[in-house]
């Protein structure tokens, strides 16, 4: 179990620094407005 959580650990943290991640959050953002607002 302790693996699986370092690896989980490791791979969020790669997401994160990758620009991916702002275009997937910036996608997340605009839709929530749209949809919620």
Do not use: D, W
């Amino acid at each position: 179990m302790r693996n699986m959580t370092a690896i989980a650990t490791k791979e969020f943290k790669s997401y994160l620094t990758s620009p991916m991640a702002y275009v997937v959050t910036g996608i997340f953002l605009v839709l929530t407005g749209v949809f919620f607002s």
